[in-house]
T-cell receptor
Framework: NAGVTQTPKFRILKIGQSMTLQCTQD?????MYWYRQDPGMGLKLIYY???????DKGEVPNGYNVSRSTTEDFPLRLELAAPSQTSVYFCASTTPGRGASEQYFGPGTRLTVT | GEDVEQSLFLSVREGDSSVINCTYT??????LYWYKQEPGAGLQLLTYIFSNMDMKQDQRLTVLLNKKDKHLSLRIADTQTGDSAIYFC????????????FGTGTRLKVLA
């Protein structure tokens, strides 16, 4: 199992450009999440999905969009990139169980908007 | 709303014990988690505790939970240089979506 994979690892965007951050998991997890990590701020939830075709906003969704057409993939779209979107982005997945639900994280995408 | 707080930095000498503290606000959380993030990597689960427990021990790790004060701590015994990382506590919400609320993270630096 590759687990959760994210591409690209790094990206520099100019203000106003668009891009898609890719996330794929091979664990057949229903639940997937996108977080952003800013220094000293912990991780903030951008969007999440509880299954194919179902997405919902997290704490900081403005400026982002997601889709979930398959169980495996959960891409995050940035339209009209702004400097405030400079951050490290993490994708995670989990599957509900009877006990604690560990979230499995990808290695992250470091995005700079200049 | 929910808020999870941690101190930002902790520095200890190799071989000493480290104690990382966390306070949370959602008393209905069923599980509380500790994650470790090494430089340039994603987060990995270290341990978790069920909310009706006071303590959980797992090799060098001891988790203490004080539900009355909404205080969670992670003790690392015999801290090694490989323990240098950022440690996040997290609580899971009870909405059925298994969303986490993460703390701000504590950067642990272990001095040789």
């Amino acid at each position: 199992n590759a687990g959760v994979t994210q591409t690209p690892k790094f990206r520099i965007l100019k203000i106003g450009q668009s891009m898609t951050l890719q996330c794929t998991q091979d664990m057949n997890h229903n639940y997937m999440y996108w977080y952003r990590q800013d220094p000293g701020m912990g991780l903030k939830l951008i969007y999440y999905s509880v299954g194919a075709g179902i997405t919902d906003k997290g704490e900081v969704p403005n400026g982002y969009n997601v889709s979930r057409s398959t169980t495996e993939d959960f891409p995050l779209r940035l339209e009209l990139a702004a400097p405030s979107q400079t951050s490290v982005y993490f994708c995670a997945s989990t599957t509900p169980g009877r006990g604690a639900s560990e979230q499995y994280f990808g290695p992250g995408t470091r995005l700079t908007v200049t | 709303g929910e808020d999870v707080e941690q101190s930002l930095f902790l520095s200890v000498r190799e071989g000493d014990s480290s104690v990382i503290n966390c306070t949370y606000t959602d008393s209905s959380s069923t599980y509380l988690y500790w994650y470790k993030q090494e430089p340039g990597a994603g987060l990995q689960l270290l341990t978790y505790i069920f909310s009706n427990m006071d303590m959980k021990q797992d090799q060098r790790l001891t988790v203490l939970l004080n539900k009355k004060d909404k205080h969670l701590s992670l003790r690392i015994a015999d801290t090694q240089t490989g323990d240098s990382a950022i440690y996040f506590c997290a609580e899971s919400d009870t909405s059925g979506t298994y969303k986490y609320i993460f703390g701000t993270g504590t950067r642990l630096k272990v001095l040789a």
